[in-house]
């Protein structure tokens, strides 16, 4: 299942493109250097929950089979093998390749340290793509080969421009999702997740399931799943988020990661780790978010001073990019004057340099 940790991606048919390294000839990528150990990254409780159980069924759904997330290993129980593939639970093997023994990520993600290489912002590990070189890991020449096109971006991309053109699919539409469920271990059968699907509850976890504010319809929004699923961890989301005009609605959006304050917690008490979690005192002091906010750890929510203390939030004029000054005075008929320019701003955004958009 491609993205794989691999140096050769010529074995894969679906690869089309991708950039080889060879640290032989000092053609490397530091890419992986420190995110394999946490890199204060991680995915979120609100990524976790899109995944679908193998079974086809959203999480919510009653049949569904969901373990919950009490535990991080308990979130792969039965569920899509990119979520079981890609994010790394406590205990599972990091590196063991190269390495006399191998090694293995904490029982205790460490959600609570500024150390930016080892620690975690929410204690679901990035795990897609990742060596288990213990020498791509400590040494900046990473040699893992960084995929760039491959089919399933063309299957998806089919997918969802088919749909939006005739709000229906045809036969390939339908070969194609079929067969990227498949390949992830869920039942291919996509019309049994359409109609299970709540968007009153997806629209909780995912911004996508929004365009201009407004809720879409249920097939749009799981075509746009498989998409967010598919290309997990691989830089897609913004520039998804943007062309779906699917943050209108953000306002005060709380990010969270694993259930820390639930069951999880013994494994803290019991490792002796429960002095390094501090709540509660000043913004210096603290190193986790308090219990009184959410069960789930809110990174942006450990010290009051910080810019997204309060949640996040959109400006609609961010949308699109601003056009520079010096656009409109090249262009103007004077050659100094802006408004005898044939061009126009994009919205939100004022014609003179160094100043912010409307909010």
């Given at each position: 299942?491609?993205?794989?940790?691999?140096?050769?991606?010529?074995?894969?048919?679906?690869?089309?493109?991708y950039?080889?390294?060879?640290?032989?000839?000092?053609?490397?990528?530091?890419?992986?250097?420190?995110?394999?150990?946490?890199?204060?990254?991680?995915?979120?409780?609100?990524?976790?929950?899109?995944?679908?159980?193998?079974?086809?069924?959203?999480?919510?759904?009653?049949?569904?089979?969901?373990?919950?997330?009490?535990?991080?290993?308990?979130?792969?129980?039965?569920?899509?093998?990119?979520?079981?593939?890609?994010?790394?639970?406590p205990?599972?093997?990091?590196?063991?390749?190269?390495?006399?023994?191998?090694?293995?990520?904490?029982?205790?993600?460490?959600?609570?340290?500024?150390?930016?290489?080892?620690s975690?912002?929410?204690?679901?590990?990035?795990?897609?793509?990742?060596?288990h070189?213990?020498?791509?890991?400590?040494?900046?020449?990473?040699?893992?080969?960084?995929?760039?096109?491959?089919?399933?971006?063309?299957?998806?991309?089919?997918?969802?421009?088919?749909?939006?053109?005739?709000?229906?699919?045809?036969?390939?539409?339908?070969?194609?999702?079929?067969?990227?469920?498949?390949?992830?271990?869920?039942?291919?059968?996509?019309?049994?997740?359409?109609?299970?699907?709540?968007?009153?509850?997806?629209?909780?976890?995912?911004?996508?399931?929004?365009?201009?504010?407004?809720?879409?319809?249920?097939?749009l929004?799981?075509i746009?799943?498989?998409?967010?699923?598919?290309?997990?961890?691989?830089?897609?989301?913004?520039?998804?988020?943007?062309?779906?005009?699917?943050?209108?609605?953000?306002?005060?959006?709380?990010?969270e990661?694993?259930?820390?304050?639930?069951?999880?917690?013994?494994?803290?008490?019991?490792?002796?780790?429960?002095?390094?979690?501090?709540?509660?005192?000043?913004?210096?002091?603290?190193?986790?978010?308090?219990?009184?906010?959410?069960?789930?750890?809110?990174?942006?929510?450990?010290?009051?001073?910080?810019?997204?203390?309060n949640?996040l939030?959109?400006?609609?004029?961010?949308?699109?990019?601003?056009?520079?000054?010096?656009?409109?005075?090249?262009?103007?008929?004077?050659?100094?004057?802006?408004?005898?320019?044939?061009?126009?701003?994009?919205?939100?955004?004022?014609i003179?340099?160094?100043?912010?958009?409307?909010?």
């Open positions: 299942m491609p993205p794989t940790a691999t140096q050769n991606p010529n074995g894969y048919p679906e690869v089309l493109m950039r080889p390294y060879n640290r032989d000839l000092s053609i490397g990528t530091d890419y992986n250097h420190h995110i394999y150990y946490g890199y204060a990254r991680g995915y979120t409780h609100q990524m976790e929950h899109s995944f679908l159980m193998k079974n086809g069924l959203p999480v919510y759904a009653e049949g569904s089979g969901y373990k919950g997330d009490d535990y991080i290993g308990d979130t792969k129980i039965d569920r899509d093998d990119r979520w079981r593939l890609f994010m790394k639970a205990g599972e093997v990091k590196t063991f390749i190269n390495t006399t023994s191998p090694e293995y990520f904490s029982t205790t993600p460490m959600v609570y340290s500024d150390d930016v290489k080892y975690t912002a929410t204690g679901y590990l990035l795990g897609k793509g990742y060596s070189d213990l020498k791509d890991q400590d040494l900046n020449k990473d040699q893992t080969a960084a995929i760039m096109f491959r089919a399933a971006e063309a299957y998806i991309t089919y997918i969802e421009a088919y749909y939006e053109k005739n709000h229906k699919l045809d036969d390939k539409a339908d070969k194609y999702w079929r067969a990227l469920r498949t390949r992830a271990g869920i039942d291919p059968d996509y019309n049994k997740t359409i109609a299970a699907t709540d968007m009153g509850q997806e629209k909780l976890y995912d911004w996508g399931a929004y365009s201009t504010g407004q809720l879409i319809d249920k097939t929004f799981n746009r799943r498989e998409r967010r699923n598919e290309f997990i961890g691989e830089g897609y989301r913004y520039n998804d988020l943007i062309r779906w005009r699917a943050m209108d609605q953000l306002n005060g959006f709380q990010i990661g694993i259930k820390l304050w639930g069951p999880m917690i013994k494994d803290y008490e019991t490792a002796g780790l429960t002095d390094k979690l501090i709540y509660g005192k000043s913004d210096k002091e603290n190193t986790i978010s308090s219990p009184e906010l959410s069960k789930y750890v809110r990174p942006y929510q450990v010290a009051s001073t910080g810019l997204y203390y949640g939030n959109f400006c609609q004029a961010h949308y699109l990019s601003p056009i520079a000054e010096s656009h409109f005075l090249i262009t103007a008929s004077d050659g100094e004057t802006t408004s005898t320019s044939p061009i126009y701003q994009n919205p939100g955004w004022p003179k340099a160094n100043e912010s958009a409307d909010r």
